[in-house]
C-alpha cells in the first residue's frame, strides 16, 4: 500500500495511508517532501510551502485556511488550520449536471409487497408506544406474545419501538413525535403494529387512530392501557390476531426500483472521504439508476459544500428547497445562540478532519453525482424517486431515526472510528479503513477499506456491495439485527414541561 495519496490534482496537501515518522521523504511528480512532524494515519501533510491566510485545498475545493505560514512535509490540523465559513449566506442558481454512469438493469430483491403496494425488505411486528411511560410494558408483552406463540414465523422479528417522548411536549416537538410515530407505524418493513398507549399523554392513542384511518385494520392494533384491567394479556391477543393475519406472507421478487435507502456517515476519520463515502456515491447513482431511492440528510454536515448540492438542483424549485434547508438549519443554531460551524467533533479530529468543510466535502459524496429531485422537512417521507436531501440533525441516532421514518428500507451508514448502534430498519455499518473491520466485525458489516489498503478496485468492491445489500434487503441480517440494537431517536428543540 501507498504511504499517502493525493486526492484531487489541484490539492496542495497529502492524505497519510499510515502513521508516518518525522524525516521520512515522499516522492510526488518529481517532488521530494520531507517530514517535518510525526503523521498519524489519515492526516494530512503539506505537498507545497502555504502562506498564513491562503486557503488549504482538499478533495479539489478549499477547506479552510492556514493560520500562519505551513512548510512543505508539516503537518495540516487544527493547530494550524481554520474554516473559511461564515454565517448565512445567499446563494445562486448555476446548475451543473453529469451523466449518470450505470446501465439499468432488470435485478430484484425479495421482499415484502404489502396492500397498499409498497415493498418491505423485512417482516417484523412492532409495538410503537404513543409515549415512553409504556416501554417495560411494552418489552413483557413481547416476552410473554413470543414464550406462548413458540415461533413468530412469517415475522422476521417482534420488537418495542422505544422512545422517551409522547407528553410533557409542545408545538414542534409534539408534532415532530407524533408524525414520526405515524411513518413508523405506516413502515412497510412493519407487517404488524401494536400501537401502546398509556391514557394520560398529550399524544393521544385516539388522535393517531384517526390519523391511521386508512391503514389496514387487521395488521394495526391499538391499546390503551388503563382502560384495561389487564394490560399485558390483552396485549398479548392483539399481538397474536396481527400474528394470525400474517401468516401467509411471504417474500416476492420486487425490482430495485422499489428499494429507498438513507445515506449516513458518523464517527468519520481522514479515509471517511476516500473510500466509504465514495462508494456510497457510486451506489447511490447506482440504485437511482435502476429507477430506485437515496436519501441524504445531516444538514450541519453539508455545510461548506452545500454549493455543490445546489449545482446538482433537479430545477430552479428545489434549488431554493436546498438554500432554505441549509439557512434553516443555521438560523436554529442561531436562535439558540450557538456557533454554527462548532464541527467537526473530538472523534472526527482524531481521525484527521479538521474543519468542517474538511468533514462536509467527504460526507456529501455519498450522494454521488446524480441531480436532487426533491427537499424533505424533517418527519415528511419520500415522494420523489432518484437523490432526495432530508432536513435532520448530524447526530447518529436521529438523523438515522429520521432517515427511516421517511420511508427508507435500509440505512447505510459509513464509519473510520465504528459505533455499534442500529435504527429501527437494517443499518449497514460499513468501514472506512480496514483496521476497524477487522477489530470490530460484530459491528462493522462491510470493509470499504480494501479499496486502498489491499488495492482492490472501486469496481469490484462496488459490484460487491451491490450484491451484499440485494441479500441484506431479501433478508440477510445485518449486525445490528444480529445483536438486537435498535433505536428510534425524535428530535427535540423546545420546551418539555
Known sequence: MKAYVQIHKSDNVLLALRDMKKGEQLQTDGQTVKLKDHIKKGHKIALIDIKENSSIIKYGFPIGRATKDISAGEHIHVHNSKTNLSDIQTYSYTPVFEENPFPYESRTFKGYRRENGSAGVRNELWIVPTVGCVNGIAEKMIQRFEKEIGDIAPFDNVHVLKHQYGCSQLGDDHE??????????????????????????????????????????????????????????????????????????????????????????????????????????????????????????????????????????????????????????????????????????????????????????????????????????????????????LSAPGNDLIASSALAAAGCQIVLFTTGRGTPFGTFVPTVKISTNSQLYQTKPHWIDFDAGRMLEDNISEETVLKEFIDYIIEAASGEFVNNEKNDFRELAIFKSGVTL
Open 176 to 389: 415532530n413525535t407524533k408524525q414520526m410515530l405515524l411513518n413508523a407505524i405506516r413502515h412497510p418493513n412493519a407487517g404488524g403494529v401494536l400501537v401502546l398507549g398509556l391514557g394520560c399523554e398529550n399524544n393521544e392513542l385516539s388522535v393517531l387512530k384517526k390519523a391511521l384511518h386508512d391503514t389496514e385494520t387487521d395488521r394495526v392494533k391499538f391499546l390503551e392501557s388503563q382502560s384495561v384491567k389487564d394490560e399485558l394479556s390483552e396485549g398479548v391477543t392483539l399481538l397474536k390476531e396481527i400474528h394470525e393475519a400474517a401468516k401467509t406472507d411471504k417474500r416476492e421478487d420486487i425490482p430495485l426500483s422499489e428499494l429507498k435507502i438513507g445515506l449516513k456517515c458518523g464517527g468519520s476519520d481522514g479515509f471517511s472521504g476516500i473510500t466509504a463515502n465514495p462508494l456510497l456515491g457510486r451506489f447511490s447513482d447506482y440504485i437511482i439508476a435502476q429507477g430506485g431511492s437515496t436519501v441524504l440528510t445531516e444538514v450541519p454536515e453539508m455545510f461548506g459544500a452545500e454549493t455543490i448540492l445546489m449545482q446538482r438542483a433537479a430545477d430552479e424549485e428545489v434549488f431554493h428547497k436546498i438554500v432554505d434547508l441549509i439557512n434553516d438549519f443555521k438560523h436554529y443554531f442561531v436562535k439558540h445562540e450557538q456557533p454554527i460551524y462548532e464541527n467537526p467533533s473530538p472523534g472526527n479530529k482524531e481521525g484527521g478532519i479538521s474543519t468542517l468543510e474538511d468533514k462536509s466535502l467527504g460526507c456529501t459524496q455519498k450522494a454521488g453525482i446524480s441531480k436532487v429531485a426533491d427537499v424533505l422537512k424533517y418527519g415528511e417521507v419520500l415522494k420523489t424517486k432518484g437523490l432526495t436531501l
